[in-house]
């Protein structure tokens, strides 16, 4: 399930707030504009999230085996997901 919109800005606020504390980080920018950001960040790895699983389901929804819901379909899911994240450029 997907956080709503608020929930996303408040995980950003939180991560921005936590970077400014750090003395490792300097924010170029003033903290909304740094917090929108990754808003807009967090929110779009969701989507590219939602679609890999969208696109696994489709692959095992094409196959006859095995049956929805079962061990087998379950490591097949991950193990689709993992692929497509490999093909999107992320490493497992």
Not at 2 to 30: C, F, I
């Amino acid at each position: 399930m997907r956080p709503s919109r608020e929930r996303t800005e408040h995980l950003a606020r939180e991560l921005v707030d936590a970077l400014a504390r750090s003395r490792a980080v300097v924010l170029l920018r003033d903290r909304e504009a740094v917090r929108a950001a990754v808003s807009q960040a967090l929110a779009e790895e969701m989507r590219r999230e939602e679609q890999r699983e969208e696109n696994a389901r489709k692959r095992l929804a094409a196959m006859r085996s095995p049956r929805p819901n079962t061990k087998e379909w379950h490591e097949l899911f991950l193990k689709f997901i993992e692929e497509e994240a490999v093909r999107d450029g992320l490493d497992s």
